[in-house]
């Protein structure tokens, strides 16, 4: 019975996802540009709380003792947030500031380690092997630090479209699989068909029109660097200009709007599944709703700074989570 119980459970929230991959995708057809401020904003930081909590209630899928990855979590991610908030407050030409540029200058090996690191935890059992996965991690990061395409692949794609959609995707396959729900491959397949169906839609010339505030919060926050980018590197735009009301930016904008509002989506109608509601006692909601608080404030005080803190929480729940994407991906095969 319990079984059967839990069986139905993921059924119902496979179900219930695949209403909300085309709610997601019909918000983003219609609001491009405001949902992906919205979610991000919003919705983000809730996100990144809720499941680092859980994440730490399942030793974050880490094969050695937890608080080893936290460490790693934690440590790496203040690399990678200090010398951005340093830069953001501090415009001065001193030894601190230069020095605080050239940490931020390999931010990206920081991701690349803790990945290859989040790799080796899963599918290498030998300490000897893991070891030696770990230094070529270490060498792979000096080396590779001026390659383009590496800079794109692990510093752009990797915490923003590979941990929000393809990560995401792995885990919904990984969930269909154990629970053998065919509305759970549906869901799958619908996550896959949006896309294709966004660069194929007709758009009229138009047909949106954004305020002023939206489009300056986008551009000056940079949002639209990673539609700009992504479109560079899937060789459909040169990469040198940016049109709100062009219908290619459209599409790429819906594209990320999409993802983004269902990746979060997702994460809060897994309640049911892995009930990750159920490990908040009432001094860690009081903890999150405080954080959540804090962040939105801090949003409304300077909006970039906001960013900021959201971005670190960010990047200590997409390193935290390495260890259970790689996880879910072993199980896909084995």
């Known amino acids: 019975m319990f079984f059967t119980s839990i069986l139905n459970k993921a059924h119902f929230t496979d179900q219930l996802n695949i209403i909300l991959v085309i709610i997601a995708a019909l918000l983003a057809y219609v609001f491009p540009l405001e949902l ?11 996100h990144y709380v809720t499941e680092i909590n859980w994440l730490h ?27 951005k908030l340093f830069l953001y407050c501090e415009n001065s030409d001193t030894t601190l500031t230069k020095t605080m540029v050239f940490i931020n200058d390999w931010s990206n090996s920081v991701i690349f380690i803790t990945l290859m690191l989040a790799v080796a935890c899963q599918f290498i059992s030998s300490k000897i092997a893991w070891i030696i996965i770990s230094l070529f ?12 395409q590496y800079k794109l692949l692990i510093g752009v794609f990797v915490p923003t479209i590979i941990h929000v959609y393809l990560f995401t995707i792995i885990f919904m396959l990984y969930g269909a699989k154990k629970s053998k729900s065919n ?4 869901s799958v397949a619908l996550v896959l068909l949006i896309p294709i169906i966004i660069i194929n839609l007709e758009l009229a010339r138009g047909s949106y029109l954004f305020s002023d505030f939206s489009k300056e919060l986008y551009l000056n926050n940079d949002f639209h660097v990673l539609p700009v980018i992504l479109s560079k590197f899937l060789g459909m735009t040169d990469g040198t200009e940016f049109y709100f009301y062009e219908s290619i930016w459209l599409k790429f904008m819906m594209f990320i709007s999409f993802i983004y509002c269902y990746h979060y989506l997702n994460w809060f109608s897994k309640t049911t599944v892995i009930k990750w509601h159920k490990m908040l006692d009432k ?8 954080i959540w608080i804090t962040v939105m404030f801090l949003y409304w005080y300077d909006f970039g700074l906001g960013l900021l803190i959201s971005l670190f929480l960010g990047f200590i729940h997409v390193i935290l989570e390495f260890p259970l994407n790689m996880y879910s991906l072993k199980k896909l095969f084995y």
């Not at 270490?138 to 390659?147: D, E, S, T, Y």
């Not at 509305?183 to 549906?186: L, R, W």
């Not at 001094?283 to 405080?290: G, N, S």
Request: no cysteine.
């Open 36 to 46: 992906f401020i919205f979610s991000y904003t919003l919705l983000g930081p809730l």
């Open 57 to 83: 209630n399942k030793s974050y899928f880490f094969t050695s003792n937890k608080m080893v990855w936290l460490s790693i979590g934690l440590f790496a991610s203040l690399i990678l947030f200090v010398p």
């Open 137 to 148: 991690s270490f060498i792979g990061a000096v080396f590779l630090k001026n390659v383009e």
């Open 183 to 186: 509305y759970g491959y549906i």
């Open 283 to 290: 001094k860690k909601m009081i903890a999150i709703v405080v």
